[in-house]
C-alpha cells in the first residue's frame, strides 16, 4: 500500500482537484493511504474550504489575502491553520512532505516550485512555467537536495514512463504529439475571429481556459517541447511534434535502432497524476480502458506552421536559450488572458509573443542572476510590461 504525505499547491484547480480525487479513491479501495500536509487555492473559498474539512491538512492558504478572513470563517473550529498570500503559498511548499503537487497555473507558480524543489521530497511538477523558466536550475535543485521531479503533463508523463534515464544515448529523438485543439481545420480567416469561449472547447481535454487557449494556439505545444528539452536533455532538433486528433497516444521516444515506444491510453488527466502519485508503484483506480476495435483507427499529420506559428516560436526560443524561454512564456500568457478578456484577437497571440521576444532580444534581456528563480522573475516582469504594451497598440489597431 502507497503511504504518502502530500501538499497540493493549486488543490482547487483541475489537477489539484483530480489529485484529491485520486487520493480519494485510493483510500477506499486500500491501494493508497494519504495523508494531506498543506492545501492552497486560489479564490475558490467554497472549494478550498470544502477540501480542507475533507483533508484536516495542517495549513490551507489562499492566494488573495483580502479573502483570509472567509477562509477562516470557513474553517473555524477544524483546528485547520489558515493563511493567505504568496508567502504564506511558499511557506506551505516548504513543510516537510513525501510529495509535493505543483499545480499553481502560470508563472505564479513558480516561486512555490522552486522552494518545493529544494525540500528532499518528489516534486510532481504539473506547473509549465517552473520548467520554462528556471530549465535546467530547477532540475538540478531537485537533485541536489535528494528530491526527485516526476512530470504530470500527459505528454511529459507518457516519455518519462519509457524513457531509459540510465542510458539517454539510446534515444534517437522524442516525439510530441498534441491534438490540434477545436482549430485544428479552421481557416485563417475563421480563426482570426474565434471567440473564447470556441477556444476553450476542447475537442478531448478538459482543463482551465488559459490551459485550452495554448492547446488552440498550440503554444502548450512549444512550452513542453521546452519543458522536454530541459527534463530529458534533449536538443530542439531532435524534439518533433505530430498532431494526433484522438489524443490516445500521448508521447513517443524514438531510439535509435529504429524502434518506438508509445504510452497510450484515454485522454484523462488522472492517468498521469496517478502516475507521479504512486511512482515507482501503480494505483489503481477506476480508469477508462482503452478499447482500440472500438477506436478503429489512429490518425497523425504534421502541424501547419502558418496557421499555428506559436510552436516556431517556441522552438526558436529554446534554440536561443538565455531568457527567451521566460520571454515566450510571459508574453504567451499576456496575451491569452487578453483574448480571453476579449481586447485581443485570437491571431494576435502568437503576434504579442513574437513582438515581444523581437523587442527583448534587441533590448539584451536575459534572466542572468545568482538567483536563477529570482532572475527568471525578474525578466518575466519586464517581459510582461512590454507585452502589455504591445497588447494595448493591437487592440488599438484592431
Not at 489558515?82 to 503559498?89: D, N, P, S
Not at 539517454?168 to 481545420?185: H, M
Not at 476495435?293 to 499555428?308: H, I, K, S, Y
Request: hydrophobic share 50%.
Amino acid at each position: 500500500m502507497i503511504r504518502r504525505r502530500v501538499t497540493v499547491l493549486g488543490s482547487t484547480g483541475s489537477v489539484g482537484a483530480s489529485t484529491l480525487d485520486l487520493m480519494d479513491q485510493a483510500q477506499d479501495t486500500g491501494t493508497g493511504a494519504f495523508e494531506v500536509v498543506a492545501l492552497t487555492g486560489g479564490a475558490n473559498i467554497a472549494r478550498l474550504a470544502e477540501q480542507a474539512r475533507r483533508w484536516r491538512p495542517a495549513v490551507a492558504v489562499t492566494a488573495d489575502p483580502a479573502r483570509l478572513n472567509d477562509l477562516r470563517d470557513a474553517l473555524a473550529g477544524t483546528g485547520v491553520e489558515v493563511a493567505a498570500g504568496e508567502a504564506a503559498i511558499v511557506e506551505a511548499a516548504t513543510r516537510p512532505a513525501d510529495l509535493v503537487m505543483a499545480a499553481i497555473v502560470g508563472a505564479a507558480g513558480l516561486k512555490s516550485a522552486w522552494a518545493a524543489a529544494a525540500t528532499g521530497a518528489t516534486l510532481a511538477l504539473a506547473n509549465k512555467e517552473s520548467l520554462v523558466c528556471c530549465g535546467a536550475a530547477l532540475i538540478e535543485r531537485v537533485a541536489a537536495h535528494g528530491g526527485r521531479l516526476i512530470p504530470v503533463d500527459s505528454e511529459h508523463s507518457a516519455i518519462f514512463q519509457v524513457f531509459p534515464a540510465e542510458a539517454p544515448a539510446r534515444v534517437a529523438r522524442l516525439i510530441l504529439t498534441a491534438s490540434g485543439g477545436p482549430f485544428r481545420r479552421a481557416s485563417l480567416d475563421e480563426m482570426a475571429v474565434m471567440t473564447p469561449e470556441q477556444a476553450v472547447a476542447h475537442p478531448n481535454w478538459s482543463m482551465g481556459a488559459k490551459i485550452s487557449v495554448d492547446s488552440a494556439t498550440m503554444a502548450n505545444k512549444g512550452l513542453e517541447m521546452i519543458e522536454a528539452a530541459y527534463l530529458f536533455g534533449m536538443p530542439a532538433e531532435r524534439i518533433d511534434v505530430v498532431v494526433h486528433p484522438e489524443s490516445i497516444i500521448h508521447s513517443m521516444v524514438e531510439f535509435v535502432d529504429g524502434s518506438t515506444l508509445a504510452q497510450m491510453g484515454p485522454p484523462d488527466m488522472k492517468t498521469p497524476i496517478a502516475c507521479a502519485l504512486a511512482w515507482p508503484d501503480r494505483m489503481a483506480w477506476p480508469a477508462p480502458r482503452l478499447d482500440l476495435a472500438a477506436l478503429g483507427a489512429l490518425t497523425f499529420e504534421a502541424p501547419d506552421p502558418v496557421r499555428f506559428p506559436s510552436l516556431r516560436l517556441a522552438r526558436e526560443a529554446l534554440t536561443a536559450g538565455q531568457g527567451a524561454p521566460t520571454i515566450f512564456n510571459a508574453a504567451n500568457e499576456v496575451a491569452a488572458l487578453a483574448f480571453l478578456d476579449r481586447r485581443l484577437g485570437f491571431l494576435n497571440i502568437a503576434a504579442v509573443v513574437a513582438e515581444t521576444l523581437e523587442r527583448m532580444t534587441k533590448m539584451g534581456a536575459s534572466a542572468d542572476s545568482p538567483d536563477a528563480c529570482a532572475g527568471a522573475l525578474a525578466l518575466d516582469a519586464r517581459a510582461r510590461q512590454v507585452a502589455l504594451g504591445i497588447v494595448e497598440d493591437l487592440a488599438l489597431a484592431a
